[in-house]
């Protein structure tokens, strides 16, 4: 990802996660800021057509929707999945098991022994299928932001 990629990005994100109030591109440039290395754009040549945006953190501590200026923690234990998006075209063709096994490679080179997200909108038994399993939230009141059916999830290295 780069940063002529993010209201690709955005419009994508928009799409994707009705209900929840978008994030947007000052969100998205803040974590390509903090952690390019975990910014992934995927479709055919250089159009933008999905995502994904992980970085270094803690679980327990839910990164609050819509930070704005996140701070990577010092002490990292997992790699956060913040966003996976794709557009309907591309859903179906292994997109998602290819950023996996790219995120679990990014993981291995921080020294983070797994993967963990929030799952929204039901995505929960999707996450499933690719070897998550639910986790205690640890702060209620920030993954309460991502609605009533959010779950945290986590999946060891493989």
Known sequence: MVAADLAAVAAIERDSHNPLPPEGEVVFADRLAAFPRGCFVVGPGRSVDGYA????????AVPALG???LVLPPE?????????????ALRGHGLIPAL???LEALAREGGLPRLALTAVHGTETLWSRHGFAAAPAGN??????????????IRPLR
């Open 53 to 60: 945006i992980a970085h270094p953190w803690r679980l327990g």
């Open 67 to 69: 930070l704005d200026h």
């Open 76 to 88: 990292p234990d997992c790699l956060w999945l913040h966003d996976v998006a794709l557009r309907p």
């Open 100 to 102: 996996l096994t790219l």
């Open 140 to 153: 209620a009141d920030a993954l309460a932001a991502y609605g009533d059916t959010a779950r945290v999830m």
